[in-house]
């Protein structure tokens, strides 16, 4: 009976042994089930996440460059994060297998969080009860660069789990990658491989060494304190570690590592190009034109543009030489420079003041000033329009203007109060600047046409319908008036002084191009006749009661120059141009006070004069050739008649059937009836206005 009871016990045991361990086997089978059903439900919930809230913005703020005409870097502009983005195929394949190496080597194979390592981070800290090992992948660093700070909170880790999750559900690993090595910091204000890499070692992140990569790879760890600057050992240490890994991962042999840890680096530290930083005034009033530009606002914001610019450096050096060369020292007299390629309207340099550091005030495209007798040339081409010619008389004496319908009165001045008080010649009147000419001719076209013509010529600003204009009384923009010149030297056609050739999304696109227009506004043979009187301005040969303006440059000028000159109270001015170059100078004080020394005032012919020799230093010699239609002729300069034994000689262009007629002598009188100088004798309106 006892063993019966005892056998009973024991199969009760038994029994409830059996029925617990069926429960607890229910447990965890529905344990599991639950564990899988919650795991599916998050995983399809975060995916759900992911998707639903879409890709986040990956875009980031770059560095946007300014080219030269030759494509060399001159400058660049950025949010405070130097970066230039590359594509992950235009960095060096080492730089890309080092960088994985050591920061995240499952990269490929996780979808942003590598769990293991995650563990094995924790079990380290616990071990040695500080925050020990990191986990992070290149996903969450990458979000964490994007969107976050580097606070040690849970709710920015919270918030950097979520962005991975979005990042690796919605874009693909090579995104990532490439994301993460456009944006990691490497210190020294360089954002991403390709800045770091210009920066420290001066070369693209797609030419880097395997000892250079590994460098490179080594320093986002901590920029300040893996800084190949600062603190080279620590950098050179970090690097041996990450070729251990490369070798590790089977990236590269361990040959290859040795050979990389025994290559010298050369640390240059230097921004990537010998001309950043050259033509600041000229680089400003391209960052002013960009502006104008019709870009997508995404440009403007996050940069990364590449802008091609129309300067030439080393047109630019010899401006920045000459204007410091010429310049009166111990003075606050101010300059403004500019050299154009007059049949594209490419602007090649620009000065737009002595100092930009001082003053980055840019006299070229921002003052406003009066031209002087600068503004004769564009009066005298419409003159020429209206039928005047290089023969074309009037006296020069003084002369008092009435205007306003009687209630003004202007008498202009000669420079000196030298007069002929005789006829001169219109090309006379160019090469010695006389002002009673010009006056004259202003009045007798109509106040009107200068006003016009100006317009034609590209000037924003409008000319006063006054007797003074005819001497540049009226203000214009250096630009504008340096630009106006261009006209002479192309032929007749008006171009747009151009300072961007192209710009360059970041992908490369081409989103911005320069159209080539031009207008024809002169005909060519009077572009042609205009340029060959402005030669005079050095031509001795039209001296007579004053000399010409520009006799005091002869011993250094070697080339032929079509010029002219201004001068007013409180500004200086040259401009002129060979056929291939256009270039104009200003002179004066930005509070406009008078010029009173001699230096001052011959500041300007001297910096034009330099600059055009030794930027043609290297060229072999232009002409300016005459076009057909017009036609050549030996004239007396001072009377306007042809050349004969008892009277001066140079060589004339005219229209053809415009050149005089008879000598100087009296002899080949005209045919009865046939105009002198564009006009019968039934409309001699020069002797009824100007002679009597």
Same mark, same amino acid.
């Given at each position: ?61 770059? %560095? ?36 994985? #190496? ?16 995650? =563990? ?57 990658? !490439? ?9 020294? @204000? ?33 920029? %300040? @304190? ?26 590269? $042999? ?5 050979? #990389? ?7 240059? =530290? ?54 410091? !060369? ?233 080339? !032929? ?30 509070? =406009? ?26 060229? $072999? ?22 050349? @004969? ?48």
């Amino acid at each position: 009976m006892v063993k019966k009871q005892e056998a009973e016990s024991v199969g009760r045991v038994s029994r409830r042994k059996r029925r617990r361990r069926v429960r607890i086997l229910q447990l965890a089978l529905l344990s599991m089930i639950a564990f899988v059903f919650l795991w599916g439900a998050s995983v399809t919930a975060l995916y759900f996440y992911a998707k639903t809230t879409g890709p986040p913005s990956i875009a980031v703020s770059q %560095s946007t460059l300014l080219f030269d005409g030759q494509d060399q870097l001159i400058g660049e502009r950025s949010s405070g994060e130097k970066r230039y983005w590359k594509t992950l195929d235009d960095i060096s394949p080492l730089a890309v297998k080092a960088v994985i #190496a050591v920061e995240d080597r499952k990269f490929y194979d996780h979808k942003g969080f590598d769990f293991k390592r995650i =563990a094995g981070a924790v079990a380290a800290d616990i071990k040695a009860m500080a925050k020990v090992q990191g986990a992070s992948t290149i996903s969450q660093q990458y979000a964490r660069n994007l969107y976050l700070t580097h606070d040690k909170t849970w709710a920015r880790k919270i918030n950097e789990a979520l962005y991975t999750i979005r990042l690796e559900w919605n874009y693909e690993k090579e995104d990532i990658l !490439e994301g993460y090595l456009n944006t990691i910091y490497y210190g020294h @204000g360089r954002y991403g491989i390709e800045a770091a890499s210009q920066y420290y070692f001066g070369v693209s992140s797609e030419d880097l060494t395997l000892a250079q990569a590994a460098m490179l790879a080594g320093i986002p760890k901590s920029p %300040s @304190g893996y800084s190949p600057i600062d603190y080279f050992e620590s950098a050179k240490e970090r690097q041996e570690l990450v070729l251990e890994q490369m070798v590790e991962k089977g990236d590269i $042999s361990a040959e290859e590592a040795e050979d #990389a840890v025994g290559e010298k680096l050369q640390i240059v =530290a230097s921004p990537p190009s010998e001309f950043l930083g050259a033509a600041p005034y000229f680089q400003e009033a391209v960052w002013k034109e960009i502006e104008s530009i019709d870009l997508e606002p995404y440009y403007l914001k996050y940069g990364g543009l590449k802008i091609y610019t129309t300067l030439d450096t080393e047109l630019q050096e010899i401006a920045d030489e000459v204007v410091q !060369e010429n310049m009166p020292a111990e003075t606050e007299l101010e300059v403004a420079f500019a050299a154009i390629d007059p049949e594209s309207g490419e602007v090649k340099a620009m000065t737009g003041g002595r100092d930009f550091e001082k003053s980055p005030f840019n006299r070229v495209t921002q003052a406003f000033r009066q031209p002087g007798s600068t503004m004769k040339p564009i009066l005298y081409s419409a003159a020429l329009e209206k039928g005047f010619t290089p023969a074309t008389t009037m006296r020069s004496e003084p002369t008092t203007f009435v205007y306003d319908e009687g209630r003004s009165e202007y008498a202009p001045q000669n420079f000196n109060q030298k007069y002929a008080n005789d006829a001169i010649t219109l090309a006379q009147a160019i090469a010695i600047s006389d002002n009673i000419y010009a006056v004259k001719a202003h009045e007798f076209l109509g106040s009107n046409v200068l006003k016009a013509q100006a317009k034609e010529f590209g000037f924003s600003t409008p000319v006063d319908e006054v007797p003074s204009a005819a001497l540049g009384t009226s203000e214009a923009l250096p630009i504008e008036l340096f630009n106006a010149y261009s006209v002479f030297a192309n032929g007749g056609k008006k171009v747009k002084p151009v300072l961007i050739r192209k710009i360059e999304a970041p992908d490369g696109e081409v989103i911005y191009e320069a159209k080539k227009k031009s207008k024809r506004i002169i005909d060519e043979q009077q572009a042609f006749v205009m340029t060959h009187m402005l030669t005079g301005t050095f031509d001795p040969a039209l001296n007579d009661y004053s000399t010409v303006t520009g006799i005091t440059l002869l011993d250094e000028k070697t080339r !032929e120059y079509a010029a002219k000159s201004g001068t007013t109270d409180t500004d200086q001015w040259m401009i002129g141009f060979s056929p291939s170059l256009t270039a104009g100078v200003w002179t004066g004080y930005d509070d =406009a006070r008078t010029l009173t020394l001699t230096e001052d005032k011959q500041a300007a012919k001297w910096i034009w004069l330099r600059f055009m020799e030794r930027a043609h230093a290297e060229r $072999s010699e232009e002409f300016f050739v005459p076009p057909p239609g017009v036609t050549a002729v030996q004239m007396d300069p001072h009377t306007g008649l042809l050349a @004969g034994e008892s009277c001066g000689k140079r060589t004339a262009y005219f229209l053809e059937a415009t050149a005089p007629l008879e000598d100087c002598d009296g002899n080949t009188a005209p045919p009865p009836g046939e105009p002198v100088n564009g006009h019968s004798e039934d409309e001699n309106w020069f002797e009824k206005w100007f002679l009597e």
